[in-house]
Nanobody
Framework: QVQLVESGGGLVQAGDSLRLSCTAS????????MGWFRQVPGKEREFVSF???????AYADSVTGRFTISRDNAKNTVYLQMNSLKPEDTAVYYC????????????????WGRGTQVTVSS
């Protein structure tokens, strides 16, 4: 079983930056792909980014060029650096994990954190 805990959310202004962190339990973190998803009330949870165990990365079109995902296997932590934030980035951001390869679909991730709120004011 993998437990995930997100942190780093908050209230910022448009154009600001935030860095989200997600720390995982377990001793085999490096073998897991880590994903970030986000959700606003009334909408489906959507893909933001993933990083695979082999360090391949992918991003949603809406965040490409502004967000960067990275991982520190020694700390069992994945990061999401968010720059040039926009009001439409406002959402609860969730960390997710699955064994080995990253996937775009939320249904492919068995492990989830509880989320961290990001609010971007205009």
């Amino acid at each position: 079983q993998v437990q995930l805990v997100e942190s780093g959310g908050g209230l910022v202004q448009a154009g600001d930056s935030l860095r989200l962190s997600c720390t995982a339990s377990g001793r085999t973190f490096s073998r897991y792909a880590m994903g970030w998803f986000r959700q606003v009330p009334g909408k489906e949870r959507e893909f933001v980014s993933f990083i695979s165990s082999g360090l391949s990365t992918a991003y949603a079109d809406s965040v490409t060029g502004r967000f960067t995902i990275s991982r520190d296997n020694a700390k069992n932590t994945v990061y999401l650096q968010m720059n040039s934030l926009k009001p439409e980035d406002t959402a609860v951001y969730y960390c997710a994990s699955r064994y080995f390869g990253g996937e775009y679909s939320r249904e492919e991730y068995p492990y989830w954190g509880r989320g961290t709120q990001v609010t971007v004011s205009s």
